[in-house]
């Protein structure tokens, strides 16, 4: 028997996912991002300098680093089904792309996602690996203004660059318009709240990554962090039926299902605001 507090009791609420966050989720949640990973660097450095040789997580617990959501049927049956989505909705956007070219584009990105799995170009620490709303727990005092967070349900971990959570738990959440007035700042107090820890700890920022490196980690990965945040929005909005499709792959097609041109509300928006992200970066594309 497992027995769990009911935080409910405390003022703790998971986020409605069909409403955009608002900075203070966002900067609450992002400041514990930093300390989820800030421990990892912490306990790598603590076990290296105890054991004379450098110790990585992924390396001293393989078996627990193991890929539980980009893996077997997913990786089929995710660029198949979020094509033929992203098909389906572009023609509601300008674009410079045929349907063609889009969709060898989309495809070509979502052929990578492994790639950015784990990184050689910063360092990698462990990830949360499913930051959408409904796995963060929140509670704001709105006579004080103090705010606290924490994060629940970790199926989904992976030793892998911290740009992947930091970026998707930005782009999942937020609408685009928080998206573009203030993800930089969100990379910044991440990367403030993770030196700040790390210095308490007496582990220079030298040991983990600069917020250069951060800032060129983030824009590396975006193409990625995009398509997942559009399935994961879009995933929610499907029937039972479709959402099927998208886990069997047997069942997957590209077929061009519109299903937010007469819809609206917070989500949708979410979703027009992805595709918009995603074109331009496929408009960018060589």
């Known amino acids: 028997m497992l027995l769990f507090d009911d935080v409910s009791t405390s003022g703790y609420h998971s986020k409605d996912f069909n409403m955009p966050a608002s900075y203070k989720w966002l900067a609450t949640s ?8 800030a421990a990892s660097i ?7 300098k105890k054991l004379g040789r450098t110790v990585r997580i992924d390396a001293e617990y393989p078996n ?12 089929q049956s995710m660029p198949r089904s979020l094509c033929g989505f992203i098909l389906s909705e572009a023609n509601q956007f300008q674009s410079s792309l045929s349907q063609d070219s889009l969709k060898e584009k989309v495809e070509a990105i979502c052929a990578k996602i492994h790639e ?16 959408w709303g409904a796995n963060i727990m929140y509670k704001e005092d709105h006579d004080t203004g103090a705010a606290s967070a924490y994060f629940i ?17 930005i782009f999942v959440n937020a609408d685009r318009s928080t998206r573009q007035e203030h993800q930089a700042d969100m990379i910044q107090l991440y990367h403030k709240e993770l030196t700040e820890i790390l210095t308490s700890y007496k582990i220079g920022i030298c040991k983990a990554f600069s917020l250069d490196e951060l800032v060129a980690s983030c824009e590396e990965v975006k193409p990625i962090i995009v398509c997942m945040s559009l399935m994961y929005s879009r995933f929610l909005l499907m029937s039972k039926e479709q959402r099927q499709k998208v886990i069997n792959p047997s069942r997957a097609s590209d077929k061009k299902e519109q299903i937010t041109s007469n819809a609206e509300g917070p989500l949708i928006s979410r979703i027009r605001g992805l595709m918009e992200d995603l074109l331009h970066i496929c408009e960018e594309m060589t």
């Open 42 to 48: 912490i306990v790598e450095e603590k076990l290296s």
């Open 64 to 75: 627990a680093m193991i890929e539980n959501l980009f893996k077997g049927t997913v990786t």
């Open 116 to 131: 950015h799995m784990k990184s050689d170009k910063i360092r990698n620490v462990l990830n949360h690996g499913d930051l």
């Open 153 to 169: 349900d970790f199926q989904m971990i992976r030793y892998a660059p911290p740009s992947l959570d930091l970026m998707f738990l």
């Open 30 to 37: 992002v400041k514990m991002l930093a300390k989820l990973h």
